[in-house]
């Protein structure tokens, strides 16, 4: 397993201005992901943080809205930009080594409210 | 595209009891794995347990079991002696093929009861 932490862990922010939530693993993970969760449903994946590289994005999901950067193997950060109501969800981070079990850990989630 | 499916948007029972939650999947690999994760309502997202396809063995983990049956792609998860921190939502997971990203069911919403 692994120990991951995000921040922060809600904030409650202006529509059309944006946020960096960060993402840190006690130890190097192959993969990192990004994955949304709006209230009462299922997770959704934005997209896989590549370390050195641009990520990878899911469709209906894109880099000028939702920003990632993956600058060592045990960071990440994803930005929410130009925020409206409809962003207002939770966001996790989630990691897995390079096995073939394909098994994720998560974070504790960021809860971000758009008013 | 690979599915998941959860039939049970929710369920309740009393604490003791034991309760089994649905799953079904949808993939043509011959081998891959399934998760069942369970986030309470501190929303912190924990693998309950992992079963491997090619085992015919079910997966047990303390009070937590799964029924796997590969040929109906069927991947339920039984709880015994639910314990009221057993309440959360429990989504059931699958490997998209060829690829390290995780496909996840709509999720049941499970309350214990005292």
């Known amino acids: 397993s692994a120990v991951i932490s995000q921040k922060p862990s809600r904030d409650i922010c202006q529509r059309g201005t944006s946020l960096t939530i960060q993402c840190q693993v006690d130890?190097?993970?192959?993969?990192m992901f990004w994955y949304r969760q709006q209230p009462g449903q299922s997770l959704t994946l934005i997209a896989t943080a590549n370390q050195g590289s641009e990520a990878t994005y899911e469709s209906g999901f894109v880099i000028d809205k939702f920003p990632i950067s993956r600058p060592n193997l045990t960071f990440s950060t994803l930005t929410v930009s130009n925020m409206s109501p409809e962003d207002s969800s939770i966001y996790l981070c989630?990691?897995?080594?390079?096995?073939?079990?394909?098994?994720?850990?998560f974070g504790p989630g960021t809860r971000l409210t758009v008013t | 595209a690979q599915t998941v499916t959860q039939s049970q948007p929710e369920m309740s029972v009393q604490e003791a009891e034991t309760v089994t939650l649905s799953c079904t999947y949808d993939t043509s690999e011959s081998n891959y794995y399934l998760f069942w994760y369970k986030q309470p309502p501190s929303r912190q997202m924990i693998l309950v347990i992992r079963?491997?396809?090619?085992?015919?063995q079910n997966a047990t983990e303390n009070r937590f079991s799964v029924n796997f049956q590969k040929a109906a792609k069927s991947f339920s998860l039984k709880i015994s002696d639910s314990q009221l921190g057993d309440t959360a939502m429990y989504f059931c997971a699958s490997p998209i093929q060829g690829a390290q990203k995780l496909v996840f069911g709509q999720g049941t919403r499970l309350t214990i009861n005292p």
């Open positions: 130890s190097q993970v192959t993969m």
């Open positions: 079963q491997e396809a090619y085992k015919q």
């Open positions: 989630s990691v897995a080594r390079q096995t073939s079990t394909y098994e994720q850990y």
